[in-house]
């Protein structure tokens, strides 16, 4: 083995001098201090490197900072101008400022265009209000380290008319409905606001946001005045509607409501008879139920041909207190009218639709939610089977006066409740499906399938406001219940035709609800449930057509079948917590929630 030995800086190796580091040194001179140098220079061109790399990124990161809070700026300018708009919708009516910020923009293609708005950040503010939003003529206080940017807005209008027959034409009877070619509006706000970093004339980086906002519509001052009256009568003149059928144009002549917001959807006929049920001797003690003969008659009388009219917003509508206090129809004359917010519906006064002599008024109110913050009046007209003369109704006597009295005083009212169209209504039960005609069903393979395209879908309506059903009866008195109270919120079937195998007026007729839920759970005494049915029979019934029952009950009084769903108040009742209703699920939408706006991408 040969190991080498270290001798003053030289490898001896084999005992022979191999190097000698002095000597190297000496032989290789000045080769180590360039390299050193040349290490020193690449290092130097990395630092440099780096360092512009490191000042570029810092750059772009800033910059990208501030193109982030020109986003966010103009997000907020968009999402401020239409709850701007949206409020003075809400306050329209009284409020000046809120017409004219509307009447602004009402015509195809007007707009109006904001001040700049700074978003600041104040230090002399308290704590927890550090930034806030300041007109672009009051920034001039502020220092240019507190201004972090502005906005402007502008609100242009859009409308797109398409034409559509919105009812389903019924003329196969003596009372029946003809539809009418109709021009939907579908008017929309676009806001576009434009956000800008630092002061105006300073700031270097901006965005757009865009957004279309669904037009909510104010119904005070439109659709009924300040006296809350609604006419829903039509003038002798017409106006032409021309309309595409499968590639050929046509026109109709059309009928122009008296107050011309509203569209003519087509017109009722009512039928020419009334059919009453007469008890003979029934109240005759122990033997009336032997004795006793009930059968029906029928009452002529004239024909009614009644307007159908729609108000119409594609979002929300919003139907506000007259001075009068209390939304009314116009007396002397039946009336059906339909309030139809495409998206929710408000309605923050009373209404009462009791109607005049041989008159009937029937009020619509459609959104996929209704917040009906007021009292409902509904009215009707009824009798009794009962006569303090047997021996007359026997023989006929009294018989034509009672006609007489009947013809002459009947009136019938009604408030119906649906969504503007259930098969694309946004609301589902989120408890119970099956109950509702949208609902999913169990396939042969077991899986859960949506049945028409509904996966439980509904409407839902909250109550802030009682709902109360009078009922006259001649010779024996007026009755007022309490269909519903205030406080109390349902989901509800919203895909029920009036007449069953028809498609009439889809929703839920309130005052029928009110009669079928107390014959099924036998709410009152066996004399009032009574003259319930009677009146059901005299309304309702007709030879060619049989009315959907909403509520259906056993002997016992047990719901079996209900087409409403009250929303409980303890959210763990129930045999599933999981499946409880939610406190959440109780609180009304807000008008001017963001909600209605549709973001354009890019």
Request: net charge neutral; proline share 4%.
């Amino acid at each position: 083995m040969y190991f080498p030995t270290i001798i003053s800086h030289c490898f001896l190796f084999d005992g022979e001098r191999v190097v000698c580091m002095k000597t190297k040194l000496k032989q290789n001179g000045g080769f180590a201090i360039i390299s050193v140098v040349f290490l020193l220079f690449v290092l130097s061109l990395m630092g440099t490197a780096m360092y512009m790399y490191s000042v570029t990124s810092l750059r772009s990161v800033r910059f990208l900072s501030d193109r982030k809070k020109a986003e966010y700026l103009a997000q907020a300018g968009v999402e401020s101008a239409s709850y701007a708009y949206q409020l003075a919708v809400s306050a329209s009516g009284s409020n000046a400022a809120a017409n004219t910020l509307i009447s602004s923009t009402n015509s195809e293609g007007a707009s109006m265009q904001s001040n700049q708005v700074y978003l600041v950040f104040d230090r002399s503010e308290p704590d927890n209000n550090h930034y806030k939003y300041v007109q672009g003529g009051n920034i001039g206080s502020y220092t240019d380290d507190q201004i972090i940017g502005y906005y402007d807005v502008t609100v242009t209008s859009a409308v797109d008319i398409s034409v559509a027959n919105l009812l389903e034409e019924d003329t196969t009877s003596a009372s029946g409905v003809t539809s009418y070619p109709v021009e939907i509006k579908e008017s929309q706000r676009i806001i576009e606001a434009h956000g800008h970093v630092g002061r105006a004339g300073a700031g270097v980086v901006g965005a757009t946001k865009k957004a279309y906002l669904s037009e909510p519509v104010q119904a005070l001052g439109k659709f009924y005045n300040d006296d809350g009256i609604i006419d829903g009568g039509v003038t002798n003149q017409k106006k032409t509607i021309k309309y595409d059928d499968n590639g050929t144009e046509k026109s109709v002549q059309v009928p122009i409501a008296k107050n011309d917001n509203f569209n003519v959807l087509g017109t009722y006929s009512t039928g020419t008879t009334l059919m009453i049920k007469i008890s003979l001797f029934n109240n005759i003690p122990f033997i009336g139920k032997y004795i006793g003969i009930e059968n029906s008659y029928p009452i002529t009388l004239n024909q009614q041909t009644v307007p159908i009219l729609m108000a119409y917003t594609t979002g929300n509508m919003i139907m506000n207190q007259p001075t009068a206090g209390t939304i009314k129809f116009k007396p002397n004359q039946s009336n059906m009218v339909s309030f139809i917010g495409k998206q929710n519906i408000f309605i923050n006064t009373n209404i009462d639709v009791t109607p005049s002599k041989t008159c009937f008024n029937v009020m619509y109110l459609r959104g996929d939610t209704i917040v009906l913050n007021g009292d409902v009046e509904i009215y009707v007209y009824g009798f009794t089977r009962s006569s303090s003369s047997l021996l007359g109704r026997l023989f006929g006597q009294n018989m034509t006066s009672m006609y007489q009295a009947i013809a002459g005083n009947y009136c019938w009212s009604t408030v119906v409740i649906g969504t503007p169209n259930p098969e694309t209504s946004t609301v589902t039960d989120p408890v119970h499906q099956a109950i509702y005609t949208l609902a999913p069903t169990i396939s042969s393979s077991g899986v859960t399938m949506p049945s028409q395209g509904g996966y439980g879908k509904c409407g839902k309506i909250f109550f802030g406001g009682n709902v109360f059903v009078n009922i006259q009866i001649p010779n024996v008195g007026n009755y007022r219940y309490k269909a519903f109270n205030a406080g109390d919120t349902y989901y509800f079937d919203d895909n029920l035709p009036q007449s069953v195998g028809t498609k009439e007026g889809y929703g839920i007729d309130l005052f029928k609800y009110f009669i079928d839920y107390s014959v099924a759970t036998k709410r009152y005494s066996d004399n009032v449930l009574s003259r319930f049915t009677e009146v059901m029979a005299m309304y309702y019934s007709t030879t060619d057509k049989t009315p959907t029952t909403y509520v259906i009950g056993n002997d016992d009084g047990v719901i079996t079948y209900n087409a409403m769903r009250k929303i409980e108040r303890d959210p763990y009742s129930g045999a599933f917590t999981y499946l409880a209703d939610t406190f959440k699920s109780l609180v009304p939408p807000d008008p001017t929630d963001g909600s209605s706006l549709t973001w354009v991408l890019g």
